[in-house]
């Protein structure tokens, strides 16, 4: 069974640093792509960042590029998004999301199979 995890979210003011964690389970990473999408009440989700297999290729969306990064620790089954010198428009819940299974794990940043259950970021102005 595909179980992923979100947790780390808060709040703190712009300009500020928090860092997300995703604990996953059920499936190899080698064979899929590992990311984080955000969702606003009453908006479309916007795929914020994803990871290629172990180590693999990166994408970012446009608006956190430079800010945010993501990382894995395949060991401890674990992907984690560095979010630096947040906004108040980061503000969301954000969910750690698989992709590969229907969709090709290149499409990571637009599409996911599976998606754990979000976190909520808050970023005070």
């Known amino acids: 069974e595909v179980q992923l995890q979100a947790s780390g979210g808060g709040l703190v003011q712009a300009g500020g640093s928090l860092r997300l964690s995703c604990a996953y389970s059920g499936f190899s990473f080698e064979d899929y792509a590992i990311g984080w999408f955000r969702q606003v009440p009453g908006k479309e989700r916007e795929g914020v960042s994803c990871?290629?297999?172990?180590?693999?290729?990166?994408r970012y969306g446009y608006s956190v590029k430079g800010r945010f990064t993501i990382s894995s620790d395949y060991v401890r089954n674990m992907v984690y998004l560095q979010m630096n010198d947040l906004k108040p428009e980061d503000t969301a819940v954000y969910y750690c999301?698989?992709?590969?299974?229907?969709?090709?794990?290149?499409?990571?940043?637009?599409?996911?199979?599976?998606r754990g259950q979000g976190t909520l970021v808050t970023v005070s102005s």
């Open positions: 999301a698989m992709t590969g299974q229907n969709h090709p794990p290149i499409q990571c940043l637009n599409e996911y199979d599976y």
């Open positions: 990871m290629l297999s172990r180590g693999g290729t990166t």
